[in-house]
């Protein structure tokens, strides 16, 4: 009886052994892709850790590493020097890297996911401001490499107001919701679901504001997309339809319940505000994802037209050393068709 028992633990524990070692096997076959964020672990990442978690990206032989970033300029150097496969930056700033680095590494938009550009102008009420007109004379505060200021060209002749006609002041970025809330300064540019939540932090509601997004004043600007080097893109080109599939599946699952995907944020980064996360991102979503573009185009895509526009637009703004093509900055060729696109819920329900 002990020789029967030993020998059946024996066939037990060599199937089980077999069965690890193809495991192991299956998984070594996996396309690795390492992911860079723009930011940290925020609300609107919801979608890249829930495709992570639920396991959409191994279910298309991907092993996908994804890390938080400290900028679109950081995402887009280090996909460029190697160090990342894909990346999540914004648009603009590829637009200024591909103008200034002709020669340098191909990076493409592969997938956008901020329909318009988050930039906005967050203006004090109590100075009389209720229109870009209203701006002449004022003070606005930001960063050097926001977007709000480096477009404010862009924005200044969308409403008519000379670009000249406002004083601005270059300010760490953890200081400008501060300068506006003490009234040192009568406005500043930042991202919509940043500011905005970073003003009502420090006391400053939304009542007391004028909030003039970029997108719904005159300014055509794309936001972040996914991003990946062509060098990577044209060795993997499934690893890249696959990654775009998966994140495509997420995101309409994130739109479908934004509360609910919170959780794989949380799980990344337990130390995290639930509530505010959870706003943040119904604010990305009601402000530059779910836009009527992305309801005509599906999800990810662009209109080329408007891109070619929005391209010229930068390198003006930027002041560019050349204009990058539009083929050059983003290519459709990964995308999920359309239809598996159209992941928008209807707004009458």
């Known amino acids: ?40 672990f925020e609300g609107p990442s919801a979608p890249f850790l829930m495709a992570v978690e639920r396991g959409y990206f191994a279910e298309e032989g991907l092993d996908v590493q994804i890390d938080s970033g400290s900028g679109s300029a950081g995402a887009i150097n280090r996909v460029a020097s190697g160090a990342y496969e894909m990346g999540f930056g914004d648009l603009n700033a590829l637009v200024e890297f591909l103008a200034e680095n002709p020669d340098g590494p191909g990076i493409q938009g592969v997938y956008v996911v901020y329909d318009g550009s988050p930039a906005s102008v967050f203006a004090r009420k109590d100075r009389d401001i209720e229109s870009p ?21 862009i924005f200044a002749a969308a409403n008519e107001l000379d670009a000249d006609d406002v004083e601005w002041q270059n300010v760490d970025p953890t200081l400008r919701e501060t300068l506006l809330v003490r009234g040192d300064v009568d406005a500043i540019t ?37 991003i990946a080097s062509e060098a990577f893109s044209e060795e993997n080109p499934e690893a890249v339809k696959g990654f775009l599939r998966a994140f495509n599946r997420a995101l309409e699952e994130t739109l479908a319940d934004p509360d609910g995907a919170i959780d794989y944020v949380y799980n990344r980064d337990s130390l995290i505000d639930r ?51 539009p083929e050059r900055v983003f290519t459709s060729r990964f995308l999920p068709p359309q239809d598996e696109r159209m992941i928008f819920a209807d707004r009458s329900e």
């Open 1 to 40: 009886m002990s020789r029967y028992l030993s020998r059946s633990t024996g066939l037990l524990v060599g199937a089980l052994g077999l069965s690890l070692i193809g495991a192991s096997l299956a998984q070594a076959d996996d396309t690795r892709i390492r992911f860079q964020l723009d930011w940290r």
């Open 133 to 153: 007109a209203d701006l002449a004379g004022k003070a606005i505060a930001a960063p050097a490499f926001d977007t709000g200021y480096r477009a404010w060209g």
């Open 190 to 226: 930042g991202f919509y679901f940043t500011s905005l939540l970073n003003l009502e932090g420090r006391g400053m509601g939304e009542e007391e504001l004028t909030i003039m997004p970029f997108p719904e004043y005159g300014v055509p600007l794309y936001g972040n997309a996914i």
């Open 275 to 325: 509530e505010m996360e959870t706003r943040r991102l119904r604010l990305a979503i009601d402000s530059v994802i779910d836009t009527e573009d992305a309801r005509g185009n599906g999800a990810g895509a662009v209109d080329e037209e408007r891109l070619r526009n929005a391209i010229q637009l930068v390198a003006d703004a930027y002041e560019l050393p050349s204009v990058p093509e």
